[in-house]
C-alpha cells in the first residue's frame, strides 16, 4: 500500500508510486518527528548502554544473592506490560515535572531498554575468563582500568550490539511515547498515531516500511556483532 497511487489506503494496491515516501522526507511535521526520535534513541542508547553494561558487571563479577534479586528485577520491564508501565511513569513525571520533556523520555525508554543491553552483555561476560583482569590487577591496575582495557575490548561487539537493540527499542516504540508526549515534540509513533486519527494516507505504510527496513539492517547488525564477539572471546585453538 506504501507504492499504490491513490490517495486512501486500498489493498491490493493501485499503480506504482514512490510519492508517499516523498511526501514523508518532504513534510516538515514528520521531520521534525523523526530528528526527535532520532535524538531520543540515540540518548536512550548511551544511557541504557552505560548503565546496562555496568549493571550487567555488578551481577556477574562480584554481587552474590543481592545481583541474583536485582537480575529479577531488571526482567520488570519486560514482563509488565507497557500500558502499565506507561501509566505509571505518566503519573511520577507529572509529580516531577518531566512530563513531556526530553529527559523524560530519554529516562522512560532508558527502563524499557536497559534489560536487552544487560542480557546481551551478560552473555559476553560470562565467556571472558575472570582470571584476565586479576592478572591485570596483580600487575598494577585498578579494577577500572582492568575492565576497561581488558574486558571492554573483549565484549565491546556486545556491548554496541545492547546499544543498538536500546536505539530501535526507542525509537519504535508507540505505548510509552503515547503518555509521554508534549504539544510540540513527538515522536515518530506518536505522530502517526495522530494522522491515523485524522488523515489516513499511504504515507503512513511508506514510514511502516522505513520502520521495518531500519528494523532489519539493526537485527542483522546485532547478529553480525555477536558472532564477531564469540569469536574475539573464543579461547585459542579452540
Known sequence: MAFSETTYLAFPPKGFTTHWFSEFFDDR???????????????????????GTMAAYATLRGAGAIGTVFR????????VPHIALAVALYLFFQRT?????????????????????????????ASVDPGLEDAAMIC??????????????????NVVSGALF??????????????????RDKTLPRMMFDDI???????IPAIAV???ALSIVVLVS??????????????AGG
Open 97 to 125: 515535572g518531566l512530563g513531556g520533556t526530553r529527559l523524560g523520555y530519554v529516562l522512560a525508554h532508558a527502563v524499557i531498554a536497559m534489560p536487552f543491553v544487560v542480557f546481551t552483555v551478560t552473555a559476553a561476560l
Open 197 to 203: 486519527e485524522q488523515n489516513l494516507t499511504p504515507v
Open 72 to 79: 529479577a528485577l531488571l526482567v520488570g520491564p519486560i514482563v
Open 29 to 51: 511535521r514528520w521531520m521534525g518527528a523523526f530528528r526527535f526520535s532520532l535524538e531520543i534513541a540515540a540518548a536512550t542508547a548511551l544511557l541504557a548502554t552505560t548503565i
Open 140 to 157: 598494577g591496575a585498578s579494577r577500572f582500568t582492568a575492565f576497561r582495557l581488558v574486558t571492554l575490548p573483549l565484549i565491546l561487539p
Open 166 to 183: 536500546a536505539f530501535i527499542i526507542s525509537f519504535d516504540e508507540p505505548v510509552v511515547a503515547f503518555f509521554l508526549a508534549g504539544i
Open 222 to 235: 546485532a547478529a553480525l556483532l555477536r558472532r564477531l564477539s564469540r569469536r574475539t572471546t573464543a579461547p
Open 210 to 212: 522505513l520502520l521495518t
